[in-house]
């Protein structure tokens, strides 16, 4: 009848410790946080912020979201940091775009926008904004912007599809 009072004392201590040492199954741990981590899989890849498409700028040196809207014919674009966590403003007059589409070669020329919450101004905003007829009737294209600069990087010929 002794064992019983040991045996007790003995789950006990272990109980505790697992308790203490918070995740006790670190493989199960880390196969969930695998499932939802944007950094799992040897990729890495970010959640875009408005539903829209990532496009990676360099070598996670930034990120571009293209948001399409088919039923308005509008492309909005939003400059974001390597994480496509935080906007990055850009001093620029408007933002070219090449796209290659079923009816055949279209530009598009995207605005900037200002945002009286954010205090961003047209020449210094993050968010941009174009659009066209060929938009309402192209659900997929590919896309190139031909060059833009962000944080003093200059990044060339920066293509893309939509959809993804």
Known sequence: MRLLPLTFSA?????????LSGCGNHEAHDRDHAATDTH???????????GGQLVELGEHQGNLELVLDSTAG?????CLDAHAENFVRLPLPSIT????????????????VGN??????PGNSSQFEGTADWLKSTPAFKGRIPELTVKATTFR??????PQ
């Open 74 to 78: 509008k492309l909005t674009l939003y």
């Open 40 to 50: 799992a899989a040897g990729g890495h890849a970010h959640q875009p912020k408005y």
């Open 97 to 112: 775009l090449l796209a290659e589409t079923p009816g055949g070669p279209q530009t598009l020329t995207l605005q900037p």
């Open 116 to 121: 009286a919450a954010t205090g961003e101004k």
């Open 157 to 162: 010929d920066v293509t893309f599809g939509l």
């Open 11 to 19: 789950l006990t201590a272990v109980a505790v410790s697992l308790g």
